[in-house]
């Protein structure tokens, strides 16, 4: 049995060399067909030239808290890198409109890429080249790759340290948004605390006009003097004191429930100042958003095309598809024989 299949083997090998050979002229020029045709393919195609930024992301989102706020539940180090999740987030803002936008418009890309202005679908076609030449990947070591191609090193080079800085200036932007909006909440609530304050204050004040600073010892010490006075007879004193007892009996309590309310005023205060404090930084400081590892530079070399890839493999699938199509002619040839040959 093993025989049988090893012959089988031999003879289907030498069937293989002998429709080489016998197909061998034809065969050879289509090779030399696919060669000339393919080189001067690939000599026409427009040379590119890739430029790459590396980037980490910055885990810190808010700067009071990283800087300026004990947080004990969430350390966040304003030197720390990002993760998967901020590598993600890096992704959506780099292909984001925004970016794609200010690049297309700062560089004139529909005329650089010879786009026709006056073309119906030319935003579809200014944007499918745009993702052709500029890709966003996310590496195994979460951080994030940039890679421009362009017919210009320079400009390739350019472009992609520029849309490194554009993801600052997106996400910035973005977060600057939410910050100003809490911003003006904290502090419509910070001012109308201060009044509230200066309220009591001035509410305070006018019960101490009134001569009552501390009504707890204040109304101990006048009624010791009072007890003391009548024991003397000292009818002067004790009218005097009884006039004092009134005022504070009539003004006491409000001045007691005026103090504790500004007491808990001002500790809502200091809290809401904090806060004010942490949202107008956050508000108005900058602090970069990711870290750069290798800036881009224009490239010695091209990267696209790879000529003698593109001559290989259009020869060898040039070959494939001839030798296909002979086979095919073969057999429909053996097949007419065969019928006109049982016909007979």
Known sequence: MENKTQ???????????????????????????????????????????????????????????????????????????????????????????????????KYHLMSHYGIDSTDKFKQTKLYDEYQSN????????????????????????????????LHDSAKIRMQRDRAYQALSIVEKEYKAKIADVQRLTDSIKVINNLGIYDYES???????????????????AVKLLEEKLKIIAQYGSAYV??????????KQLNTLKTKYEEAEVDAKAILPQKFVVSNAFPAEKKSYPVRWIIVVVSTISSLLIAIILILLIENIKQFKLKGTSETA
Do not use: H
Request: net charge negative.
């Open 7 to 105: 012959s089988a083997e031999d003879f289907n090998s030498l069937n293989v060399l002998y429709f080489i050979y016998k197909w061998r002229k034809p065969l050879i020029l289509i090779g030399i067909l696919a060669i000339i045709i393919s080189s001067i393919v690939a000599l026409t195609i427009q040379e590119k030239y890739k430029s790459t930024v590396i980037l980490f992301p910055a885990t810190t989102s808010s700067i009071s808290k990283a800087l300026l706020t004990e947080n004990t539940f969430k350390n966040e180090d304003v030197l720390q890198f990002g993760q998967e999740e901020e590598a993600e987030q890096m992704l959506q803002i780099l292909n984001s409109d925004e970016i794609r936008t200010k690049i297309c418009q």
């Open 134 to 165: 500029i890709t966003f990947k996310r590496t195994e070591y979460m951080s994030v790759k940039i890679e421009v191609m362009d017919r210009n090193p320079d400009t390739a080079s350019i472009i992609a340290n520029n849309i490194a800085a």
């Open 218 to 236: 204040q109304s101990e010490r006048t009624n010791e003097q009072y007890v003391i006075a009548i024991s003397k007879g000292d009818q002067r």
């Open 257 to 266: 429930s005026l103090r504790d309310n500004l007491f808990m005023q001002r």
